[in-house]
């Protein structure tokens, strides 16, 4: 019993250091992906400079005492602009608090991206778990799911075309409501109802069409957890 012990208490060990190799990795991808905005040197579309005023304003805003900048007065010739309606003022919030450490809103703008994305990634290679059941080659699936998802189209133009930092960490909300739905199903635990309380919180905050596109998504999960076990 004692060597069944030992045995079982290597291989969890091995396996952390196996994991460990992969967030290593997911961090390699996730500066790949996002350095570009280190460099100043992509092709920027319509939107881009409107989410750079954005974070600017409310950055502004916050240095001036308001502490909820929903509105820019200085905006449009005077006529001002709801710059954190539409797009949730969560992003926003994080870029300014990452600003006032490091000093410089670009590399506030482009830490966060690449944060959002490494956070994306840990959080696929745990739902492949989760998913996988532990399953032996479950975190190079993981890894395959989260280059397909980091190099994908839309991710580009997320951030280079739009430069908008509400829709990765909008998307980084739907991957772990995901994992909390499945947790849900699967172990009916607290923390699956606190990922999932938390991520439905964040989601709006983050970006409200994104919000509104997981819907369907979130109901076809709900459906397949819930026809597997009946």
């Not at 208490?9 to 196996?18: R, T």
């Not at 709801?82 to 797009?87: K, Q, R």
Request: aromatic residues 18%; glycine residues 6%.
């Amino acid at each position: 019993m004692l060597e069944i012990k030992k045995e079982k208490e290597f291989v969890k060990k091995e396996g952390h250091k196996h994991t460990y190799i992969f967030y290593f990795i997911l961090l390699l991808i996730s500066i790949l992906v996002t350095f570009p905005f280190y460099t100043g040197n992509f092709h920027a579309g319509n939107d881009f400079a409107f989410n750079y005023a954005r974070v600017m304003s409310t950055i502004s805003s916050l240095k001036d005492g308001q502490i909820i900048p929903q509105f820019d007065p200085h905006a449009l010739s005077g006529f001002g602009y709801a710059w954190n309606e539409f797009y949730g003022p969560l992003p926003t919030y994080i870029i300014s608090s990452m600003q006032s450490l490091v000093k410089s809103w670009p590399l506030s703008f482009a830490l966060f991206n690449t944060i959002c994305i490494l956070i994306s990634g840990i959080l696929i290679l745990i739902f492949s778990k989760e998913v996988l059941k532990g399953a032996a080659k479950s975190n190079w699936y993981g890894l395959l799911a989260f280059i397909i998802f980091a190099f994908s189209n839309s991710t580009y133009i997320n951030l280079y075309y739009y430069a908008n930092p509400s829709q990765p960490l909008a998307l980084l909300f739907v991957i772990l409501l995901f994992l909390g739905i499945t947790k849900m199903f699967t172990k009916r635990s607290w923390g699956a109802f606190l990922l999932i309380g938390f991520s439905a919180a964040g989601l709006p905050l983050s970006h409200t069409v994104t919000t509104i596109c997981a819907i369907p998504f979130n109901s076809t999960i709900c459906s397949f957890f819930n026809n597997k076990k009946t």
